[in-house]
């Protein structure tokens, strides 16, 4: 069993930069991909970024390549996502989450999920 508790979210300004922090409990946090999905006031839950149980490969949404880092960082039982360029449109919770593969994170696929941290950006 895993246990998700995301931290770092809070108010940036437009161009600004954010790093959020996901930190897990549990035996078999390796052997798992991991990553960011987004929900914003009435709208559907968004994929984000995700990466492989090793970092070998990573995957991004369209609208945040370029802008946004997925790492982790297996020693600590921790993720990471590092926002750079932040828009207006980036503000919403973001949510950690793990799965058996990043491709399947992509889909909508979650086996553990966190509560998710505010991100607001200010313009």
């Known amino acids: 069993q895993v246990q998700l508790v995301e931290s770092g979210g809070g108010l940036v300004q437009v161009g600004g930069s954010l790093r959020l922090s996901c930190a897990a409990s549990?035996?078999?946090?390796?052997?798992?991909?991991m990553g960011w999905s987004r929900q914003a006031p009435g709208k559907e839950r968004d994929f984000v970024a995700a990466?492989?149980?090793?970092?070998?490969?990573?995957y991004y949404a369209d609208s945040v390549k370029g802008r946004f880092t997925i790492s982790r960082d297996n020693a600590k039982n921790t993720v990471y996502l590092q926002m750079n360029s932040l828009k207006p449109e980036d503000t919403s919770v973001y949510v950690c989450?793990?799965?058996?593969?990043?491709?399947?994170?992509?889909?909508?696929?979650?086996?553990?999920w966190g509560q998710g941290t505010q991100v607001t950006v200010s313009s």
């Open positions: 549990g035996h078999t946090f390796s052997s798992y991909a």
């Open positions: 990466i492989s149980y090793n970092g070998g490969s990573t």
């Open positions: 989450a793990a799965a058996a593969t990043p491709i399947g994170l992509r889909i909508g696929e979650r086996k553990y």
